[in-house]
């Protein structure tokens, strides 16, 4: 199946898993989680491929999409701040990085074009967190 394939399905019709309704006493990101996994793919915001990075869901399905987004705007911003998107995505495991080196390949290009900026330090400073994973990641040889 190709990536514009893909686009159109949902994440539960793409792993054929229905989840059940969310119980009564779900917190809104579980909710938020279950209705993000009944969007087709292409309808996804940048809010939604955060949220869904963050907790791990639709991973290997969404990181594509993710990057295609990167690479237009490295700062690409969900709720929360400019580059958030970026971060969700810095965070998944060193594991799915390995396994998918075009992606992995992909990210890197995002990092060294995002580090060519005069003001990245406004958006990542030298003792985050952000730049800390980049050099893990650098150490691991998958950026």
Same mark, same amino acid.
């Given at each position: 199946?190709?990536? *514009? +394939? %893909?686009?159109? !399905? ?7 898993? #229905?989840?059940? $309704?969310?119980?009564? =006493? ?20 940048? *809010? +939604? %491929?955060?949220? !869904? ?7 290997? #399905?969404?990181? $594509?999409?993710?990057? =295609? ?28 990085w390995t396994v998918n080196s ?42």
């Amino acid at each position: 199946m190709t990536g *514009e +394939d %893909l686009e159109s !399905l949902t994440l539960e019709q793409i792993d054929g898993v #229905v989840w059940p $309704p969310p119980p009564s =006493d779900a917190t809104r990101l579980m909710k938020t989680v279950h209705a993000l996994r009944r969007k087709m793919i292409r309808a996804l915001s940048v *809010e +939604d %491929l955060r949220t !869904l990075l963050g907790q791990r869901e639709g991973v290997g #399905v969404l990181v $594509p999409r993710t990057l =295609d987004l990167l690479e237009q705007d490295p700062l690409a911003e969900g709720d929360y701040y400019p580059g958030d998107l970026l971060v969700a995505t810095l965070q998944i495991s060193e594991d799915y990085w390995t396994v998918n080196s075009s992606s992995a390949v992909r990210l890197r290009s995002v990092v060294q074009r995002l580090e060519q900026r005069d003001d990245l330090d406004d958006y990542f400073p030298q003792d985050d967190g952000i730049s800390a994973r980049i050099n893990e990641l650098r150490s691991a040889h998958l950026l």
